[in-house]
């Protein structure tokens, strides 16, 4: 699915996703990775939410998020609340859905100025 942005320059945008491919500001990845507003790590290194582990959201955390959304690739999985509990223990508000939600979801909290980091599972 594409998506339209008037102004790229804003931060970094999912202008399109599929099945494979998450595009920001136009330039497709193949791999997972994790986007802000004003940065993003292609090398994240997750390729199934059953992967996920404390180095991964340290990456997340890295980033300094207001909120942190993790798409967790075709459909949505819950992982055990142990592996996302440092993302709690800071008051960071944390959700999960499935990677073309998250995609939507990053695009619109990032449009309205809000800290949103999401970690994005290819």
Request: charged residues 20%; aromatic residues 10%.
């Amino acid at each position: 699915m594409k998506f339209a942005q008037e102004n790229q320059d804003e931060g970094y945008v999912v202008t399109a996703y599929g099945e494979n491919t998450i595009s920001l500001n136009g330039k497709a990845f193949e791999r997972s990775l994790i986007v802000a507003s004003t940065e993003f790590s292609e090398d994240w290194g997750v390729t199934s939410i059953d992967q996920l582990a404390d180095e991964h959201i340290a990456q997340i955390l890295s980033f300094e998020p207001e909120l942190v959304i993790i798409g967790t690739g075709s459909k949505l999985i819950f992982p055990p609340v142990e592996v996302y509990a440092a993302i709690i223990k800071q008051g960071i508000g944390v959700d999960f859905m499935d990677t073309h939600a998250a995609c939507r979801t990053y695009n619109i909290l990032m449009s309205e100025g809000r800290g949103v980091v999401a970690g994005l599972i290819l």
